[in-house]
């Protein structure tokens, strides 16, 4: 090995340390997720619940920074899709979770009056467990599909 190999390599390892000690890592990241047109934004968190006219609304007041992480023994999250009022034709969702736990939904949409009739502007739910245990740590994915096209947003729970 050449004197030049050598301090490449030792260029290498104490680059590489570097990253460690500042806690950044090497891996791979999340690549940002694209959405379909009409999405507007995903947002994960708790759900805010407030009664209206007749009708309970929810929004998510605090949602957790991208790529969302759910503390572990959370018996509750939440995530909202907001969409592109007399954009979207047709939206849904839905969460793929880790295997051996029966999951509830608690729906979390909003609607806007238009001329002749309504627009939906936001697609959402309240995810938990019907035993009302904590919910699995590991990655779940929630899988959004608008007007045909769709997009996968990660998220994990501690």
């Known amino acids: 090995m050449g004197d030049i190999e050598i301090e490449e390599k ?8 570097l990253l460690m000690l500042l806690g950044i890592s090497t891996s791979a990241q999340t690549p940002p997720v694209s959405f379909p047109a009409g999405v507007k934004s ?12 007749g009708k309970q ?6 949602p957790l920074p991208s790529p969302a992480v ?5 018996t509750e999250i939440s995530y909202t899709v907001e969409l592109e009022p007399r ?6 969702a839905r969460v793929v979770a880790p295997a051996g736990q029966e999951l509830r939904t608690d729906a979390c ?3 806007m009056p238009i001329k002749g009739g ?7 739910s309240s995810i938990s467990r019907v035993d009302k245990a904590p919910l699995r740590s590991g ?3 929630l899988r959004v599909t608008v007007d045909g096209q769709a997009a996968e947003v990660p998220f994990t729970i501690k």
């Open 10 to 17: 030792r260029l290498a390892m104490m680059f590489a340390a």
């Open 42 to 53: 995903v947002s994960f968190g708790q759900a805010q619940r407030y009664g209206g006219a």
């Open 57 to 62: 609304l929810c929004a998510i007041v605090k």
């Open 70 to 74: 759910f503390e572990r023994g959370v």
């Open 87 to 92: 954009v979207v034709k047709s939206a849904s």
């Open 109 to 111: 949409n909003a609607f």
């Open 118 to 124: 309504f627009t939906q502007t936001q697609l959402g």
């Open 139 to 141: 990655r779940y994915t």
